[in-house]
C-alpha cells in the first residue's frame, strides 16, 4: 500500500471522529502533515486558529516546516508542554497535542484533559505510545483511540524501512583507577564508584533517592569504558553514515566528531548532515523526533534508559524508505540495573529484531 493512501485513509479516519481523538500514526509516516492536511480538509475557515502543544522546539519546528513545503498556513499559538496552564484559556478551533506520549502525568497531563474537556476539535498525536501513556491520556482526557496505525504495520506496508537493534554489552572498568569528585575528590575503579552510587539509591528515600538515582545515571551513561567501546566501533566503521545519541555536551566531545544540541549558536551543522555533507553526527537531546535524516542507515545510542517511547523516536530517524535496512546500536553495561532499563525499553519492539553481539 502506498504511503498517500495509508495517510488518506488516516485523514479520512480522524475527519470522520470530528477531529477529536487520540491518535497513533507510526514514526516516519508523516504525521504532521496528516494532521495539517486534516485540518484544511475539515475546516470551514481558510485560516483556522490552531493551538500547538509541544515538548520541544524540534517539534515546533517541524510544524513550521511542514506548512511552508505543502503552502499551508493556519494561525498557529503555539505552548510548550510546560507552558500549558499559563495558555490553557487561549481560544482556537483546532487543539493538537504533538509527541503526547511526553506529557508529564503529574503536572501537564491534568491540564491537557482540562482542555480535551472544554473544546470541540482535540487530537492528540503520537508516533509512539506505551500501554500505560495510553491508559493515562485515555484517563485525563475521556477521549479514545480513533487511529491506531504503529510502526509495525507501516514496516509490513513496506512505508518505512524495517530495522535491526544490535545490543553491545560492556564491562565496567575493575582494575584502572581514576580519581572522581569536584570539591572532594577520591580516587577508585569505574565498578567501584558504580557500586557506591548503587548504594546511596538502596539507602536512600525520597528525593534523596530521586538525586541519588539520577548521579547514578548519569554515571552509566557517561563512564569512559562506555566511551572506549562506541570509539572502537567508530574506528571499525568509519566509512558508514550514522548518528549517535549521547547523554551531554563533555561526553560527546570525546568522540571528535560534529555535534548538534540546545548550546549549538546554529543548525549549520545539523544540516549539513542532512544533505550528506557530513557523515557523522553527535547529537545531545536534540533531534530524536521531528527531525529527518535522509539515507540513514545506522543509529548509535549510548544513553539508555526506561522510556521505549523515546527509544522508538531514536530508531524511527533511520526509518525512511530511502534505506532497505536499518542498524540500531545500543551500547549499554552489564549491570543489573542498566539491564533492567535496556529490557524495559525494548518491551515494545519485536524481539526477533533484537540481536546480542
Known amino acids: 500500500m502506498k504511503k498517500d493512501e495509508i495517510q488518506r ?7 470522520q471522529n470530528n477531529c477529536r481523538g487520540i491518535v497513533l500514526s ?31 522546539i524540534d517539534i515546533k519546528n517541524s510544524w513550521i516546516n511542514e506548512c511552508e513545503l505543502i503552502g499551508y498556513y493556519p494561525e498557529f499559538i503555539f505552548s510548550t508542554f510546560m507552558s500549558l496552564d499559563k495558555n490553557k484559556d487561549a481560544e482556537a478551533s483546532y487543539y493538537i497535542f504533538d509527541e503526547a506520549h511526553l506529557l508529564g502525568e503529574e503536572n501537564q ?6 482542555i480535551a474537556d472544554n473544546n470541540k476539535h482535540v487530537i492528540f498525536a503520537s508516533g509512539t505510545y506505551n500501554k500505560t501513556t495510553l491508559h493515562n491520556i485515555k484517563m485525563y ?17 513496506g512505508i518505512i524501512s524495517d530495522f535491526t537493534i544490535f545490543i553491545h554489552k ?16 577520591w580516587k577508585s575503579t569505574e565498578k567501584k564508584e558504580c557500586n557506591r552510587l548503587g548504594a546511596r539509591v538502596t539507602n536512600s528515600m525520597g528525593q534523596a533517592r530521586m538525586f541519588a538515582a ?26 558508514q553514515r550514522f548518528i549517535l545519541f549521547v547523554s551531554d555536551e563533555k561526553t560527546g566531545s570525546r568522540y571528535e566528531i560534529p555535534m548538534f544540541n540546545s548550546k549549538s549558536k546554529n543548525d ?21 523526533a521531528g527531525v529527518t535524516f535522509p539515507n540513514l542507515q545506522n543509529i548509535l545510542i549510548t544513553a539508555i534508559n526506561s522510556n521505549g517511547e ?27 540495573f542498566q539491564i533492567k532499563w535496556l529490557i524495559k525499553s525494548l518491551e515494545g519492539i519485536d524481539k526477533s529484531r533484537i540481536k546480542y553481539v
Open 109 to 114: 497531563l491534568p491540564i491537557a484533559g482540562e
Open 9 to 15: 485513509q488516516i485523514k479520512d479516519t480522524i475527519i
Open 170 to 185: 560492556y564491562e565496567l572498568n575493575n582494575f584502572e583507577t581514576v580519581e572522581y569528585g569536584k570539591s572532594r575528590k
Open 141 to 157: 482526557t475521556e477521549m479514545k483511540l480513533i487511529v491506531n496505525y504503529s510502526t509495525e504495520q507501516a514496516i509490513e506496508d
Open 310 to 336: 523515546n527509544l522508538e523516536q531514536m530508531v524511527g530517524r533511520s526509518l525512511l524508505d530511502d534505506t532497505e535496512h536499518s542498524n540500531i546500536h545500543i551500547f549499554v553495561s552489564t549491570e543489573e
Open 26 to 56: 507510526s514514526v516516519r509516516s508523516g504525521k504532521c502533515r496528516i494532521l495539517l492536511e486534516t485540518i484544511k480538509k475539515h475546516s470551514l475557515e481558510e485560516n483556522p486558529v490552531v493551538f500547538l502543544a509541544y515538548p520541544n
Open 268 to 288: 549549520i551543522i545539523l544540516k549539513e548532515f542532512q544533505e550528506g555533507v557530513l557523515n557523522h553526527l553527535c547529537l545531545i537531546k536534540k533531534a530524536s
Open 214 to 239: 539520577l548521579e547514578r545515571m548519569r554515571f552509566i551513561n557517561t563512564n569512559h569504558t562506555l566511551t572506549k567501546t562506541v570509539k572502537y566501533w567508530i574506528k571499525q566503521n568509519f566509512e
